[in-house]
């Protein structure tokens, strides 16, 4: 049996309602989140804090933060996001699956809505850089649901628990036409997985789909390996 990853130390409430606002401010800044779109949430040893529904993530104030029991009631703060349902069903599930998370983070990152618009197979992008399969992994597409729908908290539950199964446990899901939702030990290190998974779908943006008469396009883009990926795993760690 798998052992169960090992958490850092917990952060404080007080903390963990500074760090929510200091990653919002900085996701805010460099465009990884527009308007009043994307949510964060740490997770507390009683429920969770989450950022309120239709706040901007680059304007949030550490007391206003919806604060939720384990049972997913609210008990302070303004009104949680309506996607609490998502992030609680990322916590349940990968702590189940042995591979617990602290954070989660959902944004409507243009790159990877983009590709989502333009992706039909069952994953959100193909193995191109060795850190995205370092640091990523595996990203499947959420066939879409409208925002808030409880069957997508469901859909990522499910996911997850079968991609831990087979030993190559997620970092992220697609929710098709939305935005990525990435999951960490840290907010720090939650933001970092998010800068990668967005990096990586502007660079399949830029050489996928040049047009045909394009002199530099080549013969398509080329995905790692089965021999450069398990190089990764050897000497890594990588699951993929």
Not at 212 to 231: M, R, T
Request: glycine share 8%.
């Amino acid at each position: 049996m798998r052992a169960t990853t090992a958490m850092p130390p917990a952060l404080s409430e007080a903390q963990a309602r500074e760090e929510i606002c200091r990653v919002g401010a900085s996701l805010f800044a460099r465009g990884y989140v527009h308007a009043t779109a994307g949510n964060i949430s740490v997770r507390l040893d009683d429920g969770c804090l989450i950022t309120p529904t239709d706040a901007c993530l680059g304007f949030l104030e550490p007391a206003r933060l919806a604060r939720v029991n384990r049972e997913g009631q609210q008990t302070g703060g303004d009104h949680a996001s309506k996607t609490l349902a998502l992030h609680r069903a990322i916590y349940q599930a990968t702590a189940a699956a042995g591979e617990p998370c602290s954070c989660v983070i959902h944004t409507h990152s243009t790159h990877c809505v983009a590709l989502s618009l333009l992706t039909q197979g069952d994953e959100l992008l193909p193995a191109l850089t060795p850190y995205f399969v370092m640091k990523v992994g595996h990203v499947p597409l959420v066939p879409y649901h409208r925002p808030g729908d409880p069957a997508a908290a469901a859909w990522v539950a499910q996911a997850i628990a079968a991609w831990a199964a087979r030993g190559a446990p997620l970092r992220a899901v697609m929710l098709s036409r939305l935005g990525p939702s990435v999951w960490h030990n840290t907010p720090a290190a939650a933001m970092a997985t998010l800068e990668e998974l967005e990096e990586t779908a502007r660079l399949h943006l830029l050489t996928a789909h040049r047009p045909a008469s394009d002199a530099v396009a080549g013969p398509g883009l080329q995905a790692l390996g089965p021999a450069q990926i398990d190089e990764l795993r050897q000497t890594f760690g990588a699951r993929w």
